[in-house]
């Protein structure tokens, strides 16, 4: 049979229109924001010339607030962020790649004895082989946390990956970076967003205490019946 | 009617061990006939090949994740009427309900046991 190709994902016409929108409102909102910024330092210029008594305190006041800023950029370039993008942060994202690695390697490890002890098992009959095969099936349980730690490291390097961007936005804005920082794969969410998209629904595992039980999802689903 | 334990099962899942978990379990249960995928266009791929009774995915894959497969699935002619279960870590009610939404047969959170898949199974294909 020949092999079908898979239908083209279109947005409806309703999606379109609605992001369009949301595009609109977006950039109005920016513009508003944009003015409003403005109107706040011209208020905090106007009250810092009023509050001079002569051009002497305003020059006075301005050295300060200069001598303020080199401190701070001193301060940051102390703190070797070169070095927390280029070795710390990549050299973790290694570190947590390594360690899905070897859950995965480990995990397959105990699939491999365990598939052993089911071939041993289908010679076994009675209590004994009900017994090993309730071990067999616990054990093949126990190891779908692979696949959940998988998951939360894969997030955790998404972030590392977002911290390094914003390092080297520091960096460049001190005018000391290349800013050639890696892509991140999370994307800043547009202002006025109404609809869920599905990148919107990618956020999975929750934690512990917020994460939907199955009763819970049974009962969700057991509503639209 | 009973259920054709011969049948085809398709598995999808990004991670290869959760491949074999499910492949294992679902051998425990007696489904023997079982192909993998590791994303939504491999499945559409495999699904175009052969005929099969069933469908597991995971949601968050790359490039095309289960939400996108389901739609398609559903949107197939030959394959809408094809029982789909999502195995996935996403529990929030608003993935349930957009899974739901598409024709989703029946919903497993991850971490899962035997017993859970075994019961949604039913659920879905009639006692075996």
């Known amino acids: 049979m020949p092999a079908r190709k898979p239908v083209a994902k279109s947005k409806p ?3 379109r229109k609605s992001a369009k929108a949301r595009s609109k ?10 003015a409003s910024r403005a109107r706040k330092a011209a208020k905090v210029v106007a009250k810092v010339i009023k509050s001079a008594h002569s051009e002497a305190d ?9 001598r303020y800023i080199q401190d701070a950029r001193k301060e940051i370039v102390a703190l ?6 280029d070795k710390f942060l990549p ?4 570190e947590l790649d390594a360690i899905v690695g070897a859950t995965a390697d480990a995990t397959n490890a105990i699939m491999d004895a365990t598939e052993i002890i089911e071939d041993v098992m289908g010679g076994l009959k009675g209590k004994r082989a009900d017994q090993l095969m309730e071990a067999t099936t616990a054990i093949y349980e126990a190891c779908t946390f692979q696949d959940i730690t998988g998951q939360r490291i894969t997030r955790v390097v998404a972030t590392l990956q977002d911290i390094e961007t914003k390092v080297d936005g520091l960096l460049s804005a001190f005018g000391t970076g290349n800013g050639k920082a890696r892509k991140t794969r999370a994307k800043p969410k547009k202002p006025g967003k109404i609809e869920i998209t599905d990148a919107d629904l990618l956020n999975g595992p929750q934690d512990a205490g917020t994460a939907s039980t199955q009763a819970e999802i049974d009962a969700l689903l057991a509503s639209f019946d | 009617m009973a259920v054709d334990m011969n049948m085809n099962v398709l598995i999808v899942d990004d991670y290869k ?12 249960l007696n489904f023997n006939n079982v192909d993998e995928a590791t994303d939504g266009t491999m499945a559409m791929e495999v699904l175009s090949q052969k005929d099969f009774g069933l469908v597991i995915s995971d949601w968050n894959m790359e490039p095309m994740t289960g939400i996108q497969l389901l739609r398609l699935v559903r949107a197939d002619d030959k394959l809408k009427h094809l029982p789909f279960v999502m195995i996935t870590a996403e529990s ?6 957009a899974a739901k939404e598409a024709g989703v047969s029946n919903y497993i959170v991850k971490p899962f046991n035997a017993a859970t898949l075994r019961s949604k199974l039913v659920s879905v294909l009639g006692e075996f």
């Open chain 1, 58 to 66: 305003l020059f006075a006041e301005l050295g300060k607030l200069a």
């Open chain 1, 25 to 34: 409102v977006g950039a109005s909102g920016g513009k508003h924001k944009a």
């Open chain 1, 80 to 85: 070797q962020p070169h070095e927390v993008k």
């Open chain 1, 91 to 94: 050299s973790a994202s290694d």
């Open chain 2, 17 to 28: 061990t959760m491949l074999r978990i499910l492949r294992n379990l679902l051998k425990q």
């Open chain 2, 92 to 97: 929030k009610s608003e993935n349930v309900i």
């Open chain 1, 13 to 15: 016409k309703g999606a």
